[in-house]
């Protein structure tokens, strides 16, 4: 039997980041395929793999709301700001409810080698670094939350993940942000 071994640099922490500017030039070099799947990558701190797997009936929009019923950890509700829920309703708009949410342009799921193959092809158009990948907006976006101040435990919940693993990760930023704000509290 072949012995499994972990995936590498699976436990290490992710270091391109890619701020708003830069996740735009991504979505606006993506195919008009590609382009709502990234845009959803880029409104919340899901996994792709996430997006791919959401489902018309999973938005309940009348609360604002998307459910992630499935993942690596456990079911999860993700409430949203008004242009997130209007990106949501716009794919949603004629499915019906076990419809895939974000679906490729035949209607068919998304799968990890489509989106890998369409992010770097949308990276090089817009001259991103080589490095980028579907994860890579998933850390910029949960970098982005970090530093804007919102708790980590809130982070960790709509991310899916543990406040550990928020704290193992991201923690860094929460200090520099901590200390950037004691400094406005200087006497000088």
Aim: a positive charge.
């Amino acid at each position: 039997r072949e012995e499994l071994k972990p995936l590498e640099n699976a436990a290490r922490r992710r270091t391109l980041y890619l701020d708003g500017t830069k996740r735009r030039r991504l979505v606006e070099n993506a195919s008009t395929e590609a382009r709502p799947f990234f845009t959803a990558l880029n409104l919340l701190p899901m996994r792709p793999g996430e997006v791919a797997s959401l489902r018309v009936e999973y938005l309940a929009a009348a609360q604002r709301a998307l459910e992630i019923p499935t993942g690596k950890t456990e079911p999860r509700v993700i409430p949203l700001a008004s242009d997130v829920l209007a990106h949501f309703k716009g794919c949603a708009k004629g499915k019906l409810p076990r419809a895939w949410l974000i679906a490729r342009a035949d209607g068919s799921q998304w799968k990890k080698e489509a989106w890998r193959d369409e992010i770097k092809a949308a990276a090089r158009k817009a001259k991103l670094p080589q490095a980028t990948v579907a994860y890579t907006l998933r850390h910029s976006v949960i970098t982005d939350l970090v530093t804007g101040g919102l708790d980590l435990f809130t982070v960790a919940k709509i991310s899916g993940t543990s406040v550990l693993m928020i704290e193992k990760h991201y923690g860094h930023l929460n200090s520099e942000h901590a200390r950037r704000a004691l400094e406005k509290l200087a006497l000088a």
